[in-house]
């Protein structure tokens, strides 16, 4: 099969030939249908995250078609369309029980721990309790933001802050996530202000329906956000990982406020100093977050097939499998709005 290698950190993928996969116990094979390109294929292709050994097929947000099913696979027949989140839980420990795959201790993740979908074909494990099918409404590109971005952004405002209808959600960081998080939350009846520094990606958010959007190059974005929204920010969403957009998130919450970390926190900014004060005195909660469980899916495809969430805005570029070079490179200076996706794997 056609496939993209990561070889040497920073270094452009490498297109090689490589075998097909071949299904284990309780796995299917995928012919992929769409692949995206995210920033966290991005900490791997710096070697910032000590996951990825090479040689490392990367891609961890794709959707497929079913090729071949392993023994022990009960739920999956030959072209179905399926979909699956990029934290591949075991579906067996107590964690998977209790309805917390995103902490699973025997998690596989594609393109970090095993070869992702950068290529024509990837082997998902854990097949029955990971993937799930995709409505025929949805096009495979558009899909492919599923198995990262969107289910990243809704596992945090459902699954984590509880945003309700009616409430101010701020989310600092306007790139593939953020913006996931500004649908997601005029979805669910939020009213949202969008912050960064790129005019670009703002004038993307308004366009997108943002209630407010912030250049926190010009202004105090915490104290625009406080003033807009009549004392902070019930929810916000920090969607990078360092510690300015961090500060600003705190900084941009009313009292009892919620703030979840989706950004992840790589190299030099794994320590940060943040405003603790601000914690206190605020009674802030703070939270990470990793992913979404597989059972959220349903919700998720309920919300896009009923008419009530488009994401197809969110895709400004489909790609050919040699550019997605280009694409992470460009993860390096302030990239361009929108999210790339991989639909051609032969060229
Ligand atoms: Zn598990
Ligand atoms: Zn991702």
């Known amino acids: 099969m056609r496939a993209a290698q990561l070889t040497a950190w920073r270094q452009p993928l490498a297109l090689t030939t490589l075998p097909d996969p071949t299904p284990g116990k309780g796995e299917v094979v995928l012919r992929v249908l769409a692949c995206g390109v995210c920033r966290s294929d991005w900490h791997a292709w710096t070697g910032s995250d000590p996951d990825v050994v090479l040689p490392m097929v990367p891609g961890h947000e794709f959707c497929g078609e079913v090729v071949a099913t392993g023994t022990d696979v009960t739920r999956w027949r030959l072209g179905d369309r399926v979909i699956a989140p990029f934290i591949l839980a075991c579906g ?181 100093t943040l405003p603790m004060d601000v914690l206190y005195s605020g009674q802030l909660t703070l939270q990470g977050t990793r992913g979404m469980p597989a059972w959220r899916y349903p919700s998720l495809l309920s919300l896009i097939e009923g008419g009530h969430l488009d994401l197809s805005p969110l895709v400004t570029r489909t790609i050919t499998l040699s550019q997605a070079s280009d694409e992470l490179a460009a993860f390096d200076r302030p990239a361009p709005p929108g999210v790339a996706v991989i639909t051609d794997f032969q060229t």
């Open 92 to 272: 067996r420990c107590g964690d998977c029980a209790a309805g917390h795959q995103t902490i699973c201790a025997n998690q596989q993740v594609p393109g970090f721990t095993r070869d992702g979908a950068f290529a024509e074909f990837i082997a998902v494990p854990f097949a029955d309790t990971n993937l799930t099918a995709l409505p025929d409404s949805l096009l495979p590109h558009v899909a492919a933001g599923l198995g990262c971005r969107v289910t990243t952004a809704w596992q945090a405002l459902v699954g984590r802050a509880e945003l309700r209808p009616g409430e101010w959600l701020a989310v600092f960081g306007a790139g593939g996530v953020g913006i996931s998080a500004l649908l997601l939350g005029r979805a669910l009846g939020a009213r949202v202000a969008m912050v960064d520094v790129v005019p670009e990606k703002l004038a993307y958010a308004s366009a997108l329906g943002a209630d407010a959007v912030i250049n926190a190059s010009d202004v105090d974005a915490a104290q625009a956000v406080r003033d807009l929204t009549g004392g902070g920010a019930h929810v916000a969403i920090e969607a990078l990982g360092i510690a300015a957009t961090m500060t600003g998130a705190m900084r941009a919450l009313r009292k009892l406020g919620r703030l979840v970390m989706i950004g992840m926190p790589a190299g030099e900014h794994t320590a940060m």
